[in-house]
């Protein structure tokens, strides 16, 4: 039975319940009134004293044993209703545990998809400065990439943060085992650390080649040039690393595949278990309706 419903179920059973026991004292009133009318018809038909005062004494006794039933009846039912209202409580109580844990669940649920989402773009983020650093091949683009790389590694902290500020430990509300997928996003953003620090320290040169580039008298030394930015550019370790499909003691240095995508995977991996586990526990998200999908790794 859901929540909206049962507070009407207990209305309309307090309300029979009540009537029911309202009936008592009125029955008892109306049988006293029938007996005293009883007794003034008999006395006006002129029966004799002596049957007269036996008639009253059973009377009274009859009286006694009505009140007695009206007293019972009220005491009845004031026990009735004080347990009706402990269960029109104890439900109330327990509807507003049920409200709260429903609302801090679709909280979680929304918590979880966020960080997901966001770490799924940050990474898209990374995808294109694969992509747009070779085909451009210049101080200019390296430079633009590189700084979108260091908002990628500060928005990866911040979810970090935001998870962490939930619990520290294995019992993470939001993600079991938390310490790590924690450790996973720490590989994530050394990688991306480790690329703008070979950025700072590398940029100013080939920015000045840029300069040049763009000043040069001739088509010829113009294209030299920025065909010297662009070999000094791809081959930065970091770059290269950045740029390369597979992994390896033949490359020097971090690598794209084995120092950010494999450690991203397995951080994706996690929040989806969060999130399937979630709507496992939670019968009304258990069609996939609410939820269903996670972003593309």
């Known amino acids: 039975m859901d929540g909206s419903a049962r507070p009407d179920l207990m209305r309309r059973e307090a309300a029979r319940d009540s009537l029911s026991w309202a009936v008592v004292p009125a029955l008892v009133l109306m049988a006293g009134a029938a007996l005293c009318g ?21 009377a009274g006794k009859i009286l006694m044993q009505l009140a007695a039933i009206g007293v019972v009846g009220a005491v009845v039912k004031t026990m009735l209703d004080s347990m009706l ?17 429903h609302a801090r669940s679709e909280w979680l649920a929304d918590f979880r998809a966020d960080k997901l989402r966001r770490l799924v773009a940050a990474t898209n983020t990374v995808r294109r400065a ?69 950025f700072l320290k590398e940029y100013e ?9 763009e000043k040069a008298r001739t088509d010829a030394e113009r294209a030299a040039l920025r065909e010297q930015i662009r070999r000094e550019i791809l081959g930065l ?3 290269t690393g950045l740029l390369a499909e597979g992994s390896g003691p033949e490359l020097e240095g971090i690598t794209f595949l084995g120092d950010y995508h494999e450690p991203y995977r397995q951080a994706v991996d996690k929040m989806v278990v969060a999130m399937a586990r979630d709507r496992l526990r939670d019968p009304e998200r258990a069609d996939g309706s609410v939820h269903a999908g996670a972003p593309a790794a």
Request: charged content about 35%; cysteine-free; glycine content about 8%.
């Open 237 to 239: 370790p970091g770059v």
């Open 38 to 58: 009883a007794l003034y018809v008999y006395q006006e038909l002129g029966v004799d004293r002596a049957e007269q005062r036996k008639l009253l004494a059973e």
């Open 85 to 101: 209202d402990d269960r029109r409580r104890r439900a109330k109580q327990e509807d507003e545990t049920r409200e709260r844990r």
């Open 205 to 213: 040169a080939r920015a000045e080649l840029q300069v040049k580039a």
């Open 130 to 198: 694969r992509v747009l650093i070779p085909a451009h091949g210049s101080a200019k683009t390296y430079g633009e990439q590189m700084r979108e790389l260091q908002q990628v590694g500060l928005e990866i902290g911040l979810i970090r943060h935001e998870i962490h500020a939930l619990g520290a430990g294995e019992d993470n509300p939001a993600f079991p085992g938390w310490p790590a997928l924690r450790d996973l996003l720490h590989r994530l953003e050394r990688y991306l650390h480790d690329l703008v620090l070979e």
